[in-house]
């Protein structure tokens, strides 16, 4: 693949430069002709100017030998040819011998008094000629036409040379160009192979993997967006490696404890009086096995976005009611009480089973982290077009650096204090008040925590 890219590219870039210098060629060449007829012309015309003002200056007995003697010399000193004729009589003899009709012409206007520049040949099968010719009246005789001219063919040869060497400019431009694509395209297709490899190592696990990122030009950017995008992927399957770590870790001990239990009924180690207790740790840690795989199918929902929340007219105060109630008697077991400071009794657009998830995950995790004689609070408020609810315990408080990873998978803030929780409930808390488009925080000192939620 690297090649055939590199291939398409030279040959492209080769075909677009040949095609720009061949059409700049032939527009160069043709601006040169031009150039080399208009600076002919020039001279032309400055030459007869100094034919006129040479004749001019010359004393009266001016004669045709004297005139013609005259531009003899300057036919030497210019390099070009002239031609005089006198009257249509001379006309009319050059035309009989092969004068063009389209020269006898401009032969008559110039006798007539006009000057002109044209192409045409001067006598039969002459070649052809750029011509120039103006009307000169000697003192006391009729007007002559001179006529100046030079042949086409000094005009090709000059534009002949000047091509060859513009020619061979354009093949040495040719040449370099070829040479800088074939470099630059070289350049370009090992960058983008070099992404394409890092591709194909990250398609086999290699998340590490990373380009450099050499300009600013596009390919720059793809390099740049590769690494971020490769970084973002090596930090999911980081999180996925330590997520697969944890549940593993958080199922070993509930499963070691059932297979412990069942091997003793089955080697009979258990004795009859200790059955009973031995049965209880069993249903208690299947019970445990079975919130974990709960939670986790929740949390793998949440993140997946494939939970669907109902709309529909609510009250906070009775959910709120309903929470407390389901936790009494764990609130009782653990010798705590749970008070409620409700001052908003509004209708609240929410899903019931999830608001009462919520509640229940923030209540029952103050409960089972926090000592006996520990009240908890659970608060409502009117904050404008806001709805605070708030979870308050009066326990020991959670460490400062342990806040920031409260609401993380998995995270424990004291194990010494959690009674067989999965980790994972402020987790799955957090996700549902942002699906509802509202904020979860957290405030902790020495003498209580409070979780903070605000409902749109």
């Known amino acids: 693949m690297k090649h055939r890219i590199f291939f398409k590219l030279l040959a492209i870039h080769l075909t677009l430069s040949i095609l720009s210098?061949?059409?700049?060629?032939?527009?160069?060449?043709?601006?040169?002709?031009?150039?080399?007829?208009?600076?002919?012309?020039?001279?032309?015309?400055?030459?007869?100017?100094?034919?006129k003002n040479e004749l001019n200056q010359m004393p009266d007995e001016l004669t045709n030998g004297n005139i013609r003697k005259q531009l003899r010399t300057f036919e030497r000193l210019n390099h070009i040819q002239i031609t005089v004729i006198k009257n249509e009589k001379n006309t009319k003899k050059l035309i009989e011998s092969g004068l063009p009709q389209s020269v006898s012409e401009q032969?008559?206007?110039i006798l007539d008094g006009?000057?002109?520049?044209?192409?045409?040949?001067?006598?039969?099968?002459?070649?052809?000629?750029?011509?120039?010719?103006?009307?000169?009246?000697?003192?006391?005789?009729?007007t002559i036409a001179i006529l100046e001219s030079v042949p086409f063919a000094d005009l090709d040869i000059l534009y002949a040379a000047l091509t060859r060497n513009l020619l061979f400019a354009f093949g040495l431009i040719?040449?370099?160009?070829?040479?800088?694509?074939?470099?630059?395209?070289?350049?370009?297709?090992?960058?983008?192979?070099?992404?394409?490899t890092a591709a194909e190592k990250m398609a086999h696990g290699q998340f590490q993997e990373r380009?450099?990122?050499?300009?600013?030009?596009?390919?720059?950017?793809?390099?740049?967006?590769?690494?971020?995008?490769?970084g973002q992927l090596f930090q999911i399957e980081k999180h996925r490696t330590h997520f697969i770590s944890e549940v593993a870790h958080e199922l070993r001990t509930p499963l070691t404890t059932l297979l412990a239990t069942l091997r003793g009924f089955i080697d009979g180690t258990i004795e009859d009086h200790e059955k009973h207790e031995f049965l209880d740790i069993a249903f208690s840690e299947t019970t445990r096995l079975g919130r974990l795989v709960n939670d986790l199918l929740d949390l793998?929902?949440?993140?997946?976005?494939?939970?669907?929340?109902?709309?529909?007219?609510?009250?906070?105060?009775?959910?709120?009611?309903?929470?407390?109630?389901?936790?009494?008697?764990?609130?009782?077991?653990?010798?705590?009480?749970?008070?409620?400071?409700?001052?908003?009794?509004?209708?609240?657009?929410?899903?019931?089973?999830r608001i009462k998830q919520l509640l229940i995950n923030l209540i029952s995790n103050a409960i089972e982290h926090n000592e006996p004689g520990t009240i908890v609070t659970v608060s409502l408020h009117k904050m404008g077009n806001l709805i605070q609810l708030s979870v308050s315990d009066t326990g020991a408080g959670i460490p400062?650096?342990?806040?920031?990873?409260?609401?993380?998978?998995f995270h424990k803030s004291d194990v010494s204090r959690s009674r067989g929780g999965s980790g994972l409930g402020l987790t799955i808390c957090k996700s549902i008040v942002e699906f509802m488009g509202g904020t979860i925080s957290v405030t902790s000192t020495s003498s209580g925590t409070t979780f903070f939620i605000t409902l749109p």
């Open 211 to 230: 380009v450099p990122v050499v300009g600013t030009d596009e390919i720059a950017q793809l390099a740049l967006a590769f690494n971020q995008m490769a």
């Open 400 to 409: 400062e650096e342990k806040l920031h990873r409260l609401f993380d998978r």
């Open 107 to 109: 032969i008559k206007s």
């Open 21 to 51: 210098l061949t059409v700049l060629y032939f527009i160069t060449g043709y601006l040169i002709e031009q150039q080399l007829h208009n600076e002919k012309e020039n001279e032309l015309r400055q030459s007869a100017e100094a034919i």
């Open 114 to 142: 006009q000057t002109l520049i044209f192409s045409g040949t001067l006598e039969s099968g002459g070649q052809n000629l750029l011509v120039y010719g103006f009307p000169f009246k000697p003192r006391g005789d009729n």
């Open 174 to 196: 040719a040449l370099l160009v070829t040479v800088a694509i074939f470099f630059v395209s070289k350049q370009m297709v090992n960058r983008i192979h070099r992404i394409s």
């Open 300 to 353: 793998v929902h949440f993140e997946e976005k494939e939970i669907t929340f109902k709309k529909v007219p609510l009250h906070l105060n009775a959910l709120i009611e309903e929470a407390i109630q389901l936790l009494n008697h764990q609130a009782i077991q653990h010798q705590m009480r749970i008070y409620t400071i409700l001052e908003s009794n509004d209708t609240f657009q929410g899903d019931p089973d």
